[in-house]
């Protein structure tokens, strides 16, 4: 079975930073991966599919890579707004998600 | 626009069958090429799929469900249910129902979820 394992579980960072967040597949999932925002009390939303597209209107300051095993997420300058926990999640197999990555004000 | 509406009956007691509903508006289910899963989140915890329904009627489960899961559509009503049998307290946590342009295709469109309560 696919395993993903997202790093860091947490991550503080300061308003304007530039943040990355990883997810690495215990197989190759070529690029079958896509990336979700989810706030408090709120449904999942996507922000990336096939480990590089935007999802039609995400903010450009996200952005994502990789293909194999490893991907990453970068917010080029992080908003107020973007304080939330991020999940990958890969559509290779079995639909299968990370176990999250929570950006918390520093 | 397409919308997801998840509903249920918000409690239900230990080793009996919960039964949730996903209404779908603005679109209809049996046409395109979209699967219609459902995932859960405990509270405080992360998100796992529970199973995808296809417009044929085909489904796919996730196995370490153990076949307690039990997907279904009716395409008349635009609705696809979820059946899950001898529940327990892990199986508390909010139930989404969300689209997939193919089976290897991400979640582009969510509900807002039910939260499922497991307790005598």
């Known amino acids: 079975d696919i395993q993903l394992t997202q790093s860091p579980p947490t991550l503080s960072a300061s308003v304007g930073e530039r943040v990355t967040i990883t997810c690495r597949a215990s197989q190759s999932i070529n690029t079958y991966l896509n990336w979700y925002q989810q706030k408090p009390g709120k449904a999942p939303n996507l922000l990336i599919y096939?480990?590089?597209n935007l999802q039609s209107g995400v903010p450009s300051r996200f952005s994502a890579s990789g293909s194999g095993t490893d991907f990453t997420l970068t917010i080029s300058s992080l908003q107020p707004e973007d304080f939330a926990t991020y999940y990958c999640?890969?559509?290779?197999?079995?639909?299968?998600f990370g176990g999250g990555t929570k950006v918390e004000i520093k | 626009q397409l919308q997801l509406q998840e509903s249920g009956p918000g409690l239900v007691k230990p080793s009996e069958t919960l039964s949730l509903t996903c209404a779908v508006s603005g679109g209809s289910m049996s046409s395109g090429r979209y699967y219609w899963g459902w995932i859960r989140q405990p509270p405080g915890k992360g998100l796992e799929w529970m199973g995808s329904l296809y417009h044929s009627g085909t489904t796919y489960d996730n196995p370490s469900l153990k076949s307690r899961v039990t997907i279904s559509g009716d395409m008349s009503k635009n609705e696809v249910s979820l059946k899950i049998t001898s529940v327990t307290a892990a199986d508390t946590a909010i139930y989404y129902c969300?689209?997939?342009?193919?089976?290897?295709?991400?979640?582009?469109?969510w509900g807002r979820g039910t939260l499922v309560l497991v307790s005598s």
């Open positions: 969300a689209r997939h342009g193919g089976y290897s295709s991400a979640f582009d469109i």
């Open positions: 999640q890969q559509s290779y197999g079995d639909p299968l």
């Open positions: 096939g480990a590089s």
